[in-house]
């Protein structure tokens, strides 16, 4: 099985060019679509420092990256006209999207 990130990459893709705003503050970042979507994660005590253009080339492995592309996949997944909206992704052991 995928780690999760890698998991998304691999099944929605990743489009730098849907990316409007990368806000990055003490405690949250977040991402803003091009269409207003809107998506947060914590910064679990971290420090992110990352522009757009970082993401260019993603990074698993580097925690800035993970947690914009989890403030991404927020802001593309987790509104009610999406792919995910009738997925049982938490609900089993296997992703069944």
């Not at 522009?51 to 593309?76: F, G, T, V, W």
Request: proline letters at 1%.
């Amino acid at each position: 099985m995928d780690e999760p990130l890698s998991y998304f990459i691999k099944k929605f893709g990743f489009d730098i060019s849907n990316i409007k705003r990368i806000v990055t503050g003490k405690k949250y970042s977040a991402v803003i679509l091009r269409n207003g979507n809107i998506g947060v994660c914590a910064n679990l005590l971290n420090r992110v420092e990352l522009k757009k253009e970082d993401l260019k080339k993603i990074d698993l492995s580097d925690i800035n990256h993970r947690i914009i592309l989890n403030a991404y996949y927020n802001a593309s997944l987790n509104y009610s006209n999406n792919d995910l909206a009738n997925c049982s992704f938490f609900l089993s052991d296997r992703y069944k999207c």
